[in-house]
């Protein structure tokens, strides 16, 4: 019988329970792993003619089906006996182990992409997608692709009660990897300090590559990406904040039919694509009323800046609450500009690149009563927004 194990590599250097990346993303967490998660999966699209598809999927597993994967209370215990007397540890790893203690069975957020290129590893390329997700600020993206720190990969973890996801990808085709990863803290286990990172696979150094060796639950059957995040924070509105995620952030790629989106769970299916984008917003967004600051998220309302898209550039000549603009600017090259006026609108922009994510949203009152969103989406303009682009992703600084 194949024997899966936590493996924790010995480092004397100590790391406590704080995460600064879990902090990052822990008062968004399921609004930023859908965020973080179809940017990747928009990074590596398979097909160009056809979209990408992500899917967030609810499923639970008997934790008595699975004894290798949930070894891991071993260390979650020594994590809690090595900080002893510290009261965040001992909130954080009695939370993990009362978690564990009272479900027979976990719940898991599983992410799975469709016409992607899949998480492609290469033996001892460090910067290869695989090896690069699983460790921390390296990045494997360049032109053209959404996040270049790092650092997003971060709110995978953020959900998980027990800091841990696992990941399953097919790519070149037929080539598999597959591998755990936690996060927790130093802690003592036969008899070394051990390292806060542990990596649930068979080899103490590689992932597994070897297909019959993946665990038939986590097998892949086509090329792309599955993210198995491990046990679900309690959020009973986790569902409206995950369909707010996909309307405010990547409505203009559904509308180019670039993006397919599906969230499922217990009770219901939601599925997103380019013939019900508008139905859907208008159902979970019934104004065109923005009026929350710009850094509430969940007051952000796609309505009118979806509006501006779709109408600006075929009524902007004979409608005056519509205007489009191109130009060809000396730094970026060919941008546009699509602007939607009535009144209450909230004389904002947003602002967009080349993988159709909104980037920022910016108040500008040189125009009253507007909504409008700016596209770069060329190569040579793309690359340089990317390089202004902050580790969240959502600011341009020159």
Excluded at 19 to 32: G, L, M, P, T, V
Excluded at 222 to 248: A, R
Excluded at 264 to 284: A, G, H, R, V
Excluded at 331 to 340: A, D, K, N, P
């Amino acid at each position: 019988m194949i024997k899966y194990k936590w493996q924790f590599v010995a480092n004397p250097n100590l790391n406590g329970p704080n995460d600064a990346i879990h902090e990052k993303f822990r008062q968004n967490a399921y609004y930023s792993i859908v965020r973080e998660s179809i940017q990747n999966s928009m990074d590596v699209p398979l097909e160009l003619d056809k979209p990408v598809k992500v899917k967030f999927e609810t499923i639970t597993i008997n934790k008595a089906e699975h004894p290798d994967l949930f070894s891991i209370e071993q260390h979650i215990i020594a994590c809690l006996d090595f900080f002893n007397g510290d009261k965040q540890a001992e909130d954080l790893f009695n939370g993990m182990l009362d978690y564990l203690n009272r479900n027979d069975s976990i719940k898991i957020l599983k992410v799975s992409d469709y016409n992607t290129k899949g998480m492609k590893y290469e033996e001892g390329n460090p910067r290869c997608p695989f090896t690069s997700f699983m460790s921390e600020g390296i990045s494997s993206k360049g032109v053209g692709s959404g996040g270049s720190f790092g650092f997003g990969k971060g709110a995978y973890y953020v959900p998980s009660k027990l800091r841990t996801i696992l990941v399953s990808a097919k790519f070149d085709n037929d080539r598999v990897v597959f591998q755990g990863r936690t996060r927790l803290s130093s802690h003592d286990f036969d008899g070394e300090t051990k390292d806060f990172r542990g990596d649930f696979r068979i080899e103490p150094e590689v992932p597994v590559t070897d297909n019959n060796q993946i665990p038939l639950l986590f097998r892949r059957d086509e090329q792309g990406t599955d993210v198995y995040i491990l046990g679900m924070e309690d959020d009973p509105d986790f569902l409206n904040k995950m369909i707010v995620s996909v309307l405010n952030n990547f409505w203009l790629a559904i509308h180019q039919d670039r993006l397919d989106v599906v969230i499922k769970t217990d009770s219901e299916e939601i599925e997103f694509d380019e013939k019900n984008l508008e139905e859907l917003i208008e159902k979970y967004f019934p104004s065109e009323a923005e009026l929350s600051p710009i850094s509430n998220l969940y007051g952000w309302n796609p309505r009118s800046y979806y509006k501006a898209v779709k109408y600006a550039k075929e009524y902007a000549d004979t409608n005056d609450a519509f205007a489009y603009r191109e130009e060809v600017l000396p730094s970026l090259g060919t941008v546009r500009l699509y602007v939607y006026r009535k009144e209450g609108l909230p004389e904002r922009i947003s602002f967009m690149r080349k993988p159709a994510m909104t980037v920022e949203k910016v108040t500008n009152r040189i125009l009253s009563d507007y909504a409008a969103v700016f596209v770069c989406d060329n190569d040579h303009g793309n690359e340089i927004l990317r390089q202004m682009e902050n580790a969240a992703h959502n600011e341009w600084r020159p």
